[in-house]
């Protein structure tokens, strides 16, 4: 059975938004059993040798899959699709486009949203300069997003794969100020229907029931 490493406990600030839920997202959506092992981060649990072997960076989420070991919430949810034959087309030319768009979210779409939550975690009031660029950036992939979901349900095919699991909790999670997103109103759409599925629903009650606020 797959054993996942996720979250027990974690600082109030990150509880609801961490990248574990990624992965029981897929899970729920494929309808797939697993165990849970739940790490305390304020206790220390991700620093520890026996964890670094399963997660070389200290982070949640990683799995265990009878001896098959992964981090990096989308290459877990890639390989849960790949082995359960779900939220991935079968032929070459779907599944490399979930591919490209799981890069996307990861790489291009990722990295500028959590640059400016970083940015306002610890900003000192010094720090206008950056804030302008990290704005600019995340508006710049916001409004090219917003325009490649104009006619299109999903991110990467006609229905809804790991790729919208990853996107869609970038622009949730990734965002703490909604007035970033509210011009978006293709994006602010896509994001609620991947929300709105009733196997998100599912993993984050889920979460909630067990996770600890630190
Ligand atoms: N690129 C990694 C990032 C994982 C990550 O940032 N995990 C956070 C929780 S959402 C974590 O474990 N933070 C604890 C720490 O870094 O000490 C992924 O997508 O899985």
């Known amino acids: 059975m797959i054993k996942v ?13 961490t990248r574990d839920l990624r992965v029981l997202w897929a899970l729920e959506e494929m309808q ?3 165990e849970l092992a739940g790490m305390d ?5 991700l620093s520890t040798d026996a964890y670094r072997r399963l997660s070389p960076f200290e982070q949640i989420p990683s799995i265990d899959d009878d001896g098959l070991v992964l981090s990096e919430s989308a290459a877990i949810v890639l390989y849960l699709a790949k082995k359960s034959g779900r939220l991935i087309p079968s032929d070459l030319a779907g599944e490399t486009q979930v ?3 799981c890069f996307a979210a990861m790489n291009s779409v990722e990295v500028p949203l959590l640059g400016l939550m970083v940015l306002d975690w610890t ?8 804030r302008e660029f990290l704005v600019g950036w995340s508006n710049r992939v916001l409004r090219n997003l917003e325009r490649w979901l104009a006619d299109r349900a999903f991110v990467a095919t006609n229905e809804f794969t790991v790729a ?15 007035r970033l997103i509210a011009p978006y109103p293709t994006l602010v759409a896509y994001r609620d229907r991947c929300l709105a599925r009733p196997a998100w629903k599912r993993a984050f009650e889920a979460y909630c029931a067990r996770v600890e606020a630190a």
């Open 99 to 101: 591919m490209r768009w």
């Open 123 to 130: 900003a000192d009031g010094s720090c206008g300069k950056h």
């Open 5 to 17: 490493y996720g979250f027990s406990k974690v600082n109030a600030g990150a509880r609801g938004h």
């Open 41 to 45: 981060h304020p206790a220390h649990d």
């Open 164 to 178: 919208d699991i990853l996107m869609a909790h970038v622009l949730s999670s990734g965002i703490k100020d909604e």
């Open 32 to 34: 797939s059993p697993f």
